[in-house]
């Protein structure tokens, strides 16, 4: 059945004007309060999943998931590492560091373990075939808590789950996700005492936010209509450049390695966006890392909102409760994620300061690492954005290997 609107130009508009009125409703006095709760995030993928479930638009028939995946996705996540700064990082401490890392290790070995407990639990789970297999759809999760929303939908293509299943793993990402985001926050508030426990010294923190406040004051600036091209045309550039090194690259491989199929190597979109990420992060190393100053990141998360609502066009959301097990997973997964973070804490003595930004830089990317970060102190932020910058540049290959692993383990229940 056609939908009501067929129109990419209108449908655009439609996505447009929902980003911006979810935005406004973010910082509006009357409605900020609501979306306490429910996060905007939240609403970016539902509301055109609800249009096109009711028939309005059809993400099937538009092209606009092909363009923001194969254009807007590999450019934000240029943008979005362009800006790692690596002095930075190492100012920052070991301890910090090493938080960061023990996250990304918890969420590596949490999803294959939690498939594996949950797959013995209820054989339902790895019974499907093709593309509706969990593992696809869970690989696709990887990307995201160990990256961001770009990582995820970037795993999206290589590993292609069904559009029912990666609806399904949306909401448990983001219910999951933002369930332990709650516990985070008020565990900033009794810092002090898990602190104690941790028996950690807290006093480098406010070394750090000093640190900050004198390295920020003059650096932001206004953006030109230079600094907005030169912006773009970096993202864009660097996009067509893993444009041209795939077609360069598949070809070749499958002439010459065509084993590296099982592990979709051969597939022009995994180059396109490890050829852009690998480029970001050598920028960073270079003067374009400036350009953050003039918000390379915020055009990078524009793009991503954009392709955030473009997938939602895509969902079913009367089968994202399909299967409650899947919810068990993610719990499972997040728990081993939590245990594995907070023991290597307790072993190093890192203050919790440490322990919540390196878990939201993986889990949440630059969406809430800040939000936790300012949770202790508004000008600790930017300790946020630089861990989740970090999380940006290796979501895609660990989130990548993860999936692989997810992979063996749902194939040794046949």
Known sequence: MNPLITN???????????????????????????????????ICYFVPGLLNSFGVISG?????????????????????????????????????????FSGTLGVFIGGPLALLIVGALFPSIVAPSGADETWRGF?????????????????KEVFKPSDNLFSATIAVDVI??????????????????????????????????????????????????????????????CTSLGHWGSELIVPF??????YLAQFSLLDNFVWIVLIATALGIGLSFTPARELENAGAS????????????????????????????????????MTVHAVVILTIAKIIRAPFFFVAVGSQANIGA?????IVASAFHPSLAPIG?????????VGTYAGYICGLIMEMVYRSFA
């Open 8 to 42: 990419d130009a209108i449908v655009i508009g439609i996505l447009l004007v929902i980003l911006a009125l979810v935005f406004q409703g973010e910082q509006h006095p009357r409605t900020k309060r609501f979306f306490e709760y429910v996060p905007g995030i939240l």
């Open 60 to 100: 099937d028939q538009s092209k606009l998931y092909f363009v923001a995946s194969r254009y807007l996705l590999p450019a934000s996540l240029v943008l979005f590492c362009v800006s790692l700064d690596f002095s930075a990082l190492r100012k920052l401490g070991t301890k910090s560091l090493l938080m960061f």
């Open 139 to 155: 690989a696709t999760l990887a990307g995201s808590w160990i990256g961001g929303g770009a990582n995820q939908t970037a795993l």
């Open 176 to 237: 999951v996700a933002n369930v332990w985001l709650a516990i985070l926050l008020y565990g900033a508030g009794i810092s002090e005492k898990i602190d104690r426990w941790l028996k950690a010294d807290a006093s480098a923190i406010e070394t750090v936010k000093q640190r900050i406040l004198a390295n920020q004051r003059g650096k932001t600036r206004i953006p030109s209509l230079t600094d907005l091209l030169t912006i773009v045309a970096l993202g864009i550039g």
């Open 253 to 258: 491989l499958a002439k010459n390695a065509p």
């Open 298 to 333: 915020r055009i990078g998360s524009l793009f991503l909102f954009v392709l955030i609502a473009t997938i939602g066009m895509k969902m079913n959301v009367l089968a994202i409760f399909s299967n409650p097990a899947y919810f068990l997973i993610g719990i499972i997964w």
């Open 366 to 370: 630059a969406a809430s690492a800040p």
């Open 385 to 393: 954005v630089i861990l989740a910058v970090l999380g940006y540049a």
